[in-house]
């Protein structure tokens, strides 16, 4: 059954460059798109660029500039890291863009229609010395659960969400002063109304979701959840649609979440679908999240509560693919704290799969990692040239060297071939599990296998002794590579095409690739060269 897939990256936030924590959280999200479209599944992938809020009015103010303009510099560098490193979005947007206004608006509406936002006049914090109400992120305190510093509505020690209100000791970011109190007209989300609908939702779809996705979203629904503030004090954002609120803006945990929607909805109008039939809960419909752990709760309790407000209809997120984080010297990868290596610097040294094959292999997918440069070349040197390329070259060297790169047929191995089958099939698995470390190791075995099967069975003296056992053996191995450039296409794909056209094979599918007749190679490369020193 050809089923209809819609997957999120979470959006990066534009007020400064990404690093390889971003990438280790995103990357999933494409290999799980690259295997659905292999399957002939309706694919629709989604991310872009989160361009409001309070941290990019901050920069622009110490940099003179306007919002729109930091916006715009950020979307358009990581419009480039996410090319560099081959992800295959079906539309990576941004926040500032008229239609994802316009859709939001309308989102918006029917929220506020179907009766789950309202105005309330609250107490809202306000410095004196700068005349002005102050929104979360120009908030800084103390958490009431650690104590540690909290910074708008979240707090940095223990990541839990938090209320303005709820933070102790508030003092204005700006010029240090203290906060008071004064009287302010918002719309407000009715979100305890979903509590016990989100609690069953977790209780019978988080099979599959990761223990810190089942955790963290436990964890929040244990709070009080109060109604959540749905307009904020700024002038940088999108508009209100509601008469009165002139001087606010949609508060971005509503808009940028909604972001999802918006962009599939781009996607599917561009592909000619009916988007409300395609995210209509269904056993035909399935969603995939992907983020770090501290973006859980938006995507398993704020964004699901939305889609109820919006239309219950709508399929709620089916698998959370929330990874760890990428540490470096055991520290979170922060901005602030330049702690970081920018996806820019990764790509500018080393090749791109290489980085790809990397941040699967040893990234941060069931706990928190550390990265260095000597990990990424070890597994670099050990799997991509030892194993892969080791497996490819040698096969391929070895009859261009002694047939002039002709492959004469043979009979393929059938326990081999048997093996291969099954093996789309316990990949797709793991993959649709979330479980893409394994998957990749799973591809990987293959590959260590073929290895061993060249070894045990000498062809270099079959060629010599039989050349009939030369050629069943060689044709087992070239099955196996023609299929490696298969299983694992949502993985490295460029290095996939490569094979790919230096066998002349048919187009990607996740389906066992059959060979027959004679092959000739052509345009023989090296698929990785050995990275040397430190």
């Known amino acids: 059954m050809k089923r209809n ?9 534009a007020n400064n460059s990404l690093h390889i924590g971003h990438l280790a959280a995103l990357l999933p999200g494409d290999i799980i798109a690259r295997y659905h479209r292999g399957l002939g599944d309706e694919v629709i992938y989604v991310s872009g660029t989160d361009s409001h809020g309070t941290p990019i009015t901050e920069r622009a103010k110490k940099e003179g500039k306007n919002p729109a303009e930091i916006a715009e ?30 859709k939001v608006q309308e989102y918006f509406k029917r929220i506020m229609d179907n009766g789950y ?22 908030i800084i305190g103390k958490c009431p ?16 969400s938090l209320e303005t209100s709820e933070i102790l000791d508030k003092h204005c970011k700006e010029c240090g002063s203290e906060v008071i109190l004064k009287p302010n007209k918002h719309l407000y989300f ?24 089942i955790n963290e979203s436990n964890k929040y629904l244990n709070t009080e959840m109060p109604n959540r503030a749905a307009t904020r004090q700024l002038t940088w954002g999108i508009e ?12 971005v945990w509503i808009e940028a979440v909604l972001g999802y929607l918006t962009a599939a909805n781009k996607v599917a109008e561009e592909k000619g679908i009916d988007f409300e039939e395609f995210i209509k809960k269904s056993d035909k419909f399935k969603s995939y999240y992907v983020h770090g752990k501290d973006n859980i709760p938006f995507h398993t309790i704020i964004f699901p509560s939305l889609l109820l407000a919006i239309d219950p209809n709508i399929g709620l997120p089916n698998e959370i693919i929330s990874s760890e984080y990428m540490n470096m010297n055991d520290e979170k990868m922060s901005k602030s704290k330049g702690n970081l290596v920018t996806i820019s610097e990764l790509v500018d040294n080393f090749d791109k799969d290489t980085i790809r094959y990397y941040m699967i292999a040893c990234g941060p997918e069931k706990k928190d990692v550390n990265f260095s440069y000597s990990d ?14 080791n497996f490819v070259n040698r096969n391929l060297s070895f009859i261009n060297k002694k047939f002039d790169g002709l492959i004469a047929s043979g009979n393929i191995d059938k326990t081999i071939k048997e093996k291969t089958i099954k093996l789309y099939d316990e990949v797709g698995s793991l993959i649709e599990k979330g479980e ?43 099955y196996m590579i023609a299929n490696i450039a298969n299983l694992f296409y949502p993985f490295i794909p460029t290095t996939c095409e490569k094979i790919k056209k230096m066998l002349s094979l048919k187009p990607y599918k996740w389906e066992e690739e059959e060979i027959t007749g004679n092959i000739e190679i052509k345009d023989l490369q090296i698929l990785f060269e050995r990275i040397e020193g430190e």
Not at 5 to 13: D, R, T
Not at 145 to 160: M, P, S, Y
Not at 190 to 210: A, D, G, Y
Not at 376 to 389: A, D, E, R, S
Request: hydrophobic content about 30%; proline content about 3%.
């Open 5 to 13: 897939i819609l997957i999120g990256g979470a959006w990066p936030y």
């Open 73 to 102: 510099f950020y979307h358009k560098e990581f419009s480039k890291n996410f090319k560099d490193l081959d992800f295959s979005y079906d539309l990576y947007t941004a926040t500032y863009t008229d239609y994802h206004k316009q």
């Open 117 to 138: 936002i309202f105005e309330q006049e609250e107490m809202q914090e306000y410095c004196p010395k700068c005349n002005n109400y102050l929104s979360d992120r120009e």
């Open 145 to 160: 659960r650690c104590g540690g510093v909290a910074k708008g509505d979240q707090c940095e020690e223990c990541l839990t």
């Open 190 to 213: 009715k979100l305890p109304e979903f509590k016990e609908q989100l609690k069953e939702f977790i209780k019978t779809n988080s099979t599959n979701w990761r223990k810190n996705a």
């Open 240 to 251: 209100v649609p509601v008469k009165g609120y002139e001087d606010k803006r949609i508060y």
């Open 376 to 389: 990424l070349i070890t597994t670099h040197n050990k799997f991509l040239v030892g194993v892969l390329g």
């Open 436 to 478: 893409i470390k394994a998957a990749l190791e799973k591809c990987m075995d293959y590959v260590i296998s073929g290895n061993k099967y060249y070894d045990e069975n000498t062809p270099w003296i079959k060629v010599k002794e039989n050349i009939n056992e030369f050629n069943d053996i060689t044709y087992t191995c070239i």
